[in-house]
């Protein structure tokens, strides 16, 4: 656990025994203040009228920042720190992948399925328990969209050929809020018409779908930070972020757990939840250290087969020689 040090005249003085209770605190309470503080920020301004795209992203911005804060006072490790070109790639990322590409789908895939709909006087709207609370519904979505997901996401990992893609998203060596963000746009389509597209189509309301958006992003943002927390009991409901480090080890036999998207429970249910007691998570990332990081290059990296595990491919080969 990482306790904050003051300084003073320059010199770096222990936590006081007030600073030690205050982080233990923070890090027990950190997750369901920002989610929860979050989700009331959007009902907040939709209940006075702001636009629900408004007022998801103020909610959202806001959790980003406390979620920042966190890292900076409590790391779960200081040499996750992001540098420059990290945060540089990952807001590029994050622009291009996570708000473009869905922006682009959502309206090219309803326009089109509603324009079929309307064609052959069908509705999917009966699909939907239209009449039920907001928060209920949105309940329901992350329940549904998870099942789903959990699968596509195995699949990822399974699949040699698919794992090529899934590797832009395995590649970073340090977490942090930002690289959540990281996925190649090929797979981030297909994400988007298992997760999202379905509900868009059925016809669930922009409130739902907004304050969905919420609990998704702000989870996602704590899955891959670098927050010292503590969910406790939250680790079985959750896939939050004291599981999610263990999904992205270097090491097989640790990352292929722990594959729900915003909840664990479909791990629980199919026995790949994973959670080691009085231990940390080791290296990060891909075999292949020297793996590209870079945007550009990362559009590419899929292409090129083996590349994640190139230099223990080249070790293995040499040794057969020998």
């Known amino acids: 656990m990482a306790f904050a040090t003051r300084r003073i005249d320059g010199v770096a003085t222990p936590p006081t025994e007030r600073s030690r209770r205050a982080s233990r605190l923070a890090i027990r309470v950190s997750y369901p203040f920002v989610m929860l503080g979050g989700l009331a920020v959007y009902a907040g301004l939709d209940a006075v009228g702001v636009p629900v795209v408004i007022a998801s992203y103020a909610a959202v911005v806001l959790g980003a920042g406390l979620i920042t804060a966190h890292e900076i006072v409590l790391p779960y490790r200081d040499e996750w720190r992001p540098r420059v070109n990290d945060v540089r790639s990952d807001l590029t990322f994050m622009v291009a992948v996570q708000i473009l590409v869905p922006l682009l789908l959502s309206l090219a895939a309803a326009t089109a399925f509603t324009g079929w709909l309307r064609e052959g006087d069908l509705t999917l709207g009966g699909l939907w328990p239209h009449s039920w609370p907001v928060a209920a519904q949105a309940a329901l979505m992350v329940v549904l969209a998870d099942l789903p997901r959990y699968w596509l996401h195995r699949a990822f990992h399974s699949s040699t050929f698919m794992w090529r893609w899934h590797a832009v998203h395995h590649s970073p060596h340090r977490l942090y809020w930002l690289n959540v963000g990281r996925f190649h746009p090929l797979e981030k389509a297909v994400q988007f018409s298992v997760d999202a597209l379905p509900f868009v189509l059925v016809g669930v309301g922009d409130g739902v779908l907004a304050a969905y958006f919420v609990f998704y992003a702000v989870n996602g943002f704590f899955q891959h930070s670098n927050c010292d927390v503590r969910l406790g009991w939250l680790n079985y409901v959750i896939s939050g972020p004291e599981l999610h480090r263990w ?76």
């Open 247 to 322: 999904h992205h080890s270097k090491l097989a036999s640790e990352s292929d757990h722990n594959f729900g998207n915003n909840l664990i429970v479909w791990d629980v249910l199919f026995g790949t939840r994973f959670l080691p007691a009085d231990t940390h998570v080791g290296p990060l990332g891909l075999l292949n250290r020297n793996y590209p990081l870079g945007f550009v290059a990362q559009m590419r990296t899929p292409l090129v087969r083996g590349l994640d595990k190139a230099k223990q491919v080249m070790a293995t080969e040499t040794a057969t020689s020998q």
